[in-house]
């Protein structure tokens, strides 16, 4: 999960692009809207996107987060659960990408 704040005059998926980019170095297409939840933070909002991914090779920037790669859906931790927009961002991704 990558995370980021909008800059002003931007929309919320060039938002996306953008951070994405910036924290892992590819770049991402087909961008929508998930999900919603209020943050503790100030008068903030956390919006989930999902997007796929368009080119580049991921690589993390090390002023931004510490660690970014892929995982398959069986591969995923199990200490993302919970109510978080992330957590169900992942429960989601889980649900799409595995076969019963």
Request: hydrophobic share 35%; glycine share 6%.
């Amino acid at each position: 999960m990558l995370a980021g704040f909008v800059e002003p005059g931007e929309s919320l998926e060039e938002c996306v692009a953008r951070e994405v980019y910036e924290e892992s170095r590819i770049r991402v297409k087909n961008i929508r809207y998930f999900n919603s939840q209020p943050w503790p933070f100030p008068r903030s909002l956390m919006l989930g996107f999902v997007a796929e991914w368009e080119s580049g090779d991921i690589c993390p920037d090390t002023t931004e987060v510490t660690d970014v790669r892929w995982f398959a859906p069986g591969e995923i931790p199990e200490y993302y659960r919970g109510i978080s927009i992330s957590a169900k961002l992942i429960e989601d991704f889980i649900k799409r990408h595995t076969k019963y």
